[in-house]
Nanobody, 124 residues
Framework: QVQLVESGGGLVQPGGSLRLSCTTS????????MGWFRQAPGKGRAFVAA????????NYADSVKGRFTISRDNTKNTVYLQMNSLKPEDTAVYYC?????????????????WGQGTQVTVAS
């Protein structure tokens, strides 16, 4: 069983920054690919970013490229999402997820475990 707990969400003005964290349980965190997804009101869950087990490979949704950075610290069992230049359309509940097979793609069905989500609101 893997448990994921997100933190770091909140209210921020357009153009501002936030850093989300996701801490996981489990002794084999370093073998998982990790992803961030988001869900805005009335919309489906959308891929944001993913990182390979080593941190050496990342991929991003086009909508966040150049603004968001995903990273991980395997010594702390934690994955991060640094979000800069935030826009109102980034408002959503953000979820981290674990892909135990290490694929790290943007397909929600490939992630076996999910956190409870953290709200990010971008508004003036």
């Amino acid at each position: 069983q893997v448990q994921l707990v997100e933190s770091g969400g909140g209210l921020v003005q357009p153009g501002g920054s936030l850093r989300l964290s996701c801490t996981t349980s489990g002794r084999t965190f370093s073998s998982y690919a990790m992803g961030w997804f988001r869900q805005a009101p009335g919309k489906g869950r959308a891929f944001v970013a993913a990182v390979s087990w080593s941190g050496g490979s990342t991929n991003y949704a086009d909508s966040v490229k150049g603004r968001f950075t995903i990273s991980r610290d395997n010594t702390k069992n934690t994955v991060y999402l640094q979000m800069n230049s935030l826009k109102p359309e980034d408002t959503a509940v953000y979820y981290c997820a674990a892909d135990l097979r290490g694929r790290g793609r943007g397909i929600p069905a490939e992630y076996e475990y999910w956190g409870q989500g953290t709200q990010v609101t971008v508004a003036s």
